[in-house]
Antibody, heavy 119, light 108 residues
Framework: EVQLVESGGGLVQPGGSLKLSCAASGFTFSGSAMHWVRQASGKGLEWVGRIRSKANSYATAYAASVKGRFTISRDDSKNTAYLQMNSLKTEDTAVYYC??????????WGQGTLVTVSS | SYVLTQPPSVSVAPGQTARITCGGNNIGSKSVHWYQQKPGQAPVLVVYDDSDRPSGIPERFSGSNSGNTATLTISRVEAGDEADYYCQVWDSSSDLWVFGGGTKLTVL
């Protein structure tokens, strides 16, 4: 059974940093591209970024709203993807989901972790 | 950047057919994926590659994509189908993934 479990969310002050983790199981993590998607309360889904597999040079891509502040990485030995968030703004407050890419879409999602940026 | 446009809401009576549209420039040339999200839950893939269904998704869910509009069709709508629905594509020209704004399906 495929499982994605996010952790690391919490309350952080504006300008602060936070690192989210996504622990994967039930599939060949090393061969999969992984993404982060967020959702502010009462709002729609917003794609945050992606990291490809080692075979694709761990290539990353980011939404314009987070580029230069957020960094996605992965540790295939731990079957875990990460989202390092720096220079956080109040508008980054959201539930953050990790999701597995399948084709051009996303077939499995984690349950999400809440990040609140507030003073 | 590529933009996907969905109606904010669609209402339908039980047993009827709901159609949720997703508009985008020449979206027919892209693969469109649809997600269902119920309150407090993570999104669930219900249609991928325009019209295919993942295992476990009822045949009542179908999709089409042509020209500038993709459509998610839910036949014989049930109360349990009430949810937010999102379309999504990959914009290969920018290597960015895009979601529509979402449509709230209300079952009357």
């Amino acid at each position: 059974e495929v499982q994605l479990v996010e952790s690391g969310g919490g309350l952080v002050q504006p300008g602060g940093s936070l690192k989210l983790s996504c622990a994967a199981s039930g599939f060949t993590f090393s061969g999969s591209a992984m993404h982060w998607v967020r959702q502010a309360s009462g709002k729609g889904l917003e794609w945050v970024g992606r990291i490809r597999s080692k075979a694709n040079s761990y290539a990353t891509a980011y939404a314009a709203s987070v580029k230069g502040r957020f960094t996605i990485s992965r540790d295939d030995s731990k079957n875990t993807a990460y989202l390092q968030m720096n220079s956080l703004k109040t508008e980054d407050t959201a539930v953050y989901y990790c999701t597995r890419q399948s084709g051009d879409g996303f077939d499995y999602w984690g349950q999400g972790t809440l990040v609140t940026v507030s003073s | 950047s590529y933009v996907l446009t969905q109606p904010p809401s669609v209402s339908v009576a039980p047993g009827q057919t709901a159609r949720i549209t997703c508009g985008g420039n020449n979206i027919g040339s892209k693969s469109v994926h649809w997600y269902q999200q119920k309150p407090g839950q993570a999104p669930v893939l219900v249609v991928y590659d325009d019209s295919d269904r993942p295992s476990g998704i009822p045949e009542r869910f179908s999709g089409s994509n042509s020209g500038n509009t993709a459509t998610l069709t839910i036949s014989r709508v049930e109360a349990g189908d009430e949810a937010d629905y999102y379309c999504q594509v990959w914009d290969s020209s920018s290597d960015l993934w895009v979601f529509g704004g979402g449509t709230k399906l209300t079952v009357l």
